[in-house]
């Protein structure tokens, strides 16, 4: 775990982040205007607290730009994700191809034969019962 109260100072020393820092690092993107270097800095800082190299996780090369404010906040960086495809699913009348993220074997493999399934037994329908957002931690 890392301290909260620890500062974050980059090689160049350019900016200084944390609760004593200088700038509170989730607002460099904004002090910055530039969210690429806004996730190395962080990526560089937190590289320091935690005396190891954070391999395998780049910040160049990914359009931050895209996300900012929508998927992650605080950025250092991001990793590549197998992505498989299931289906066709046939639901209320359409047929579905479903993309995975997932590092987990096999798990695309049960859910095309599910689609199959569904699909060889005349299809799904689908109901909203209750329309919300939820919120929470999985680890």
């Known amino acids: 775990m890392i301290p909260a109260h620890a500062p974050l100072m980059t ?3 350019d900016h200084q982040v944390g609760s004593r820092g200088k700038t509170p690092s989730y607002s ?3 002090k910055l205007g530039d969210t690429c270097r806004a996730a190395a800095i962080r990526h560089e800082a937190l590289q320091r607290i935690i005396g190891k190299f954070l391999v395998g996780l780049p910040t160049e090369g990914f359009d931050y730009d895209t996300i900012l404010v929508q998927c992650c906040e605080m950025l250092v960086g ?3 994700i197998l992505v498989g495809i299931a289906g066709p ?3 209320d009348d359409g047929e579905f191809l479903v993309p995975m993220a ?3 074997g096999c798990l695309v493999a049960r859910t095309n034969r599910g689609c199959k399934a569904i699909y060889v037994s005349g299809g799904a329908s689908s ?3 209750r ?3 939820l919120s929470i931690m999985t680890m």
């Open 11 to 13: 090689r160049q020393g």
């Open 28 to 30: 460099l993107e904004s």
């Open 78 to 80: 991001y990793v590549q």
């Open 89 to 91: 699913l046939l639901l």
């Open 102 to 104: 997932t590092i987990e």
């Open 127 to 129: 109901v909203v019962i």
């Open 131 to 133: 329309d919300a957002i």
